[in-house]
């Protein structure tokens, strides 16, 4: 039977903007207040999904959430029509009206983390939400989340689904940002690989001084468990504090891994030899041929990392067995990560191309090429039974692209947050998508 990974998308939705609400983050926070394009930012995304398509890669779209969340500003305490909600949070908390607004559920490599069916003890393909715990505005996002992919995954022959895990800090989770599977074939039985930044309970591990550790140990150890996943597929690394501490939030803007291969920087982990010796043996026994590409501080330093955003891109299986880089035109634009990438691909190891995407709206905000994509490994009949609503077509580009240009602005500044028209506009827009993407009622208005 065929396999595939399947790379979900995150639609931008109508009120991305620039709230710099995401501390640690260098690019989120130095682009801070700056007026942003809700419509370039969708059409951008758009694009690189329906070049993906266009190249043979199977592509989905996940849905953007409802914002602003005036539920959410209803629990803490703001009262009235919905309109008079948004008014009241920008008068007396506009900190907390600009996170209601947040349109970080674009970012969906923290939507949740997968497991396909080869790795879990009961044959299905599990799916948890992240609890997105360390920041408020990402932490609202789980319910809609959970909703959205039961409406995408929903035979339960095939998916499994479970809530996010409980809201605390000792359980910090950040989704796929911070999970990698490596495996022969995408079918076969892999190893998970999950990156934590400290851990909640046990004092041997050491944290970041200055930015925090937004993964636990404990998380990874509770979704592994979630999944039915066995102690001789799965690896634990902690990622090093110190990179933490110079912007690298997720492992994914410091490493990325597909089939056999893990792309990293030599300052990424801490034991770094002892990691890679496991995730080679464990391989091995599944079938594997681990290979370890370590981009050196000498060539690319963190900041360069951080700041071009090397690692947070896709590296995807090419019909000739070679592998395919996706990256940011920032990579190009900074002439160290540029030569290392031209020196990469000339050597004789299995990335053999680079493909580089115009992504400045999601940039900005601190998310790249791999930010925008949940990757789900799926057999032939499993790829069959999800919803094909959501699975990028011809058409489907079309249509999407005539929404996007029918319903969002193309210039949303802070102040403009504070309109109540902006909601009539999001939840008019959302209305229509889920009719588009034939997800049924999943956002809380459809609901209530």
């Not at 209601?100 to 948890?128: E, I, K, L, Y």
């Not at 990874?220 to 039915?228: D, F, K, P, T, Y």
Request: charged residues 20%.
């Amino acid at each position: 039977m065929k396999s595939f990974e399947v790379n979900f998308d995150g639609l931008v939705g109508p009120t991305h903007n620039y709230g710099g609400l995401s501390y640690g983050n260098v690019a989120s926070q130095s682009n801070s207040q700056q007026a942003s394009n809700p419509k370039e930012a969708a059409l951008q995304g758009l694009a690189k999904m329906k070049a993906l398509m266009d190249m043979g890669f199977v592509q989905g779209v996940l849905a953007p959430q409802e914002r602003p969340d005036v539920a959410a500003l209803r629990s803490l305490g703001f009262t009235g029509s919905d309109a008079q909600v948004i008014e009241r949070a920008a008068k007396q908390a506009m900190p907390l009206l600009v996170a209601s607004c947040s349109a970080s559920s674009m970012w969906v490599a923290n939507a949740g983390t997968v497991s396909p069916s080869a790795d879990t003890a009961d044959g299905r393909v599990h799916f948890t939400a992240a609890n997105l715990n360390c920041k408020y505005h990402r932490s609202i996002e789980h319910p809609t989340t959970s909703r959205v992919l039961a409406a995408m995954f929903a035979d339960s022959k095939h998916f499994a689904h479970h809530p996010a895990l409980p809201a605390v800090a000792q359980f910090g989770d950040e989704g796929a940002a911070n999970h990698t599977r490596f495996c022969r074939e995408y079918g076969e039985a892999g190893v998970e690989f999950f990156v934590f930044g400290r851990s909640a309970f046990d004092t041997r591990y050491p944290a970041p001084q200055k930015y925090p550790a937004r993964q636990t140990l404990e998380a990874s150890q509770a979704v592994a468990r979630l999944h039915g996943l066995s102690d001789d597929g799965v690896v634990y690394a902690q990622q090093n504090p110190a990179v933490i501490d110079q912007g690298v939030f997720h492992n994914d803007v410091i490493a990325v891994g597909n089939g056999e291969v893990l792309f990293y920087h030599e300052d990424a982990f801490q034991g770094t030899e002892q990691m890679l010796a496991e995730l080679q043996g464990k391989l091995a026994k599944r079938g594997g041929n681990f290979q370890a590409i370590c981009v050196p501080r000498s060539k690319v330093a963190v900041e360069d990392a951080v700041r071009s955003y090397l690692f947070n891109s896709q590296l995807l299986n090419r019909a000739d067995g070679g592998m395919l880089l996706i990256v940011p035109e920032e990579c190009r634009a900074n002439p160290r990560v540029w030569a290392y990438l031209q020196e990469l691909t000339s050597a004789a190891g299995p990335v053999r191309e680079v493909k580089v995407f115009d992504l400045k709206q999601s940039m900005q905000n601190g998310g790249g090429p791999a930010c925008l994509r949940l990757r789900v490994a799926l057999k032939e009949n499993e790829l069959a039974a999800v919803n094909p609503g959501v699975i990028m077509t011809a058409p489907l580009y079309g249509t999407l692209t005539q929404w996007v240009d029918k319903h969002y602005r193309d210039s949303l500044r802070e102040s403009d947050l504070a309109d109540p028209q902006l909601l009539l506009e999001c939840r008019t827009a959302l209305d229509e998508l889920t009719q588009i993407l034939k997800l049924g009622s999943v956002y809380p208005f459809q609901i209530h």
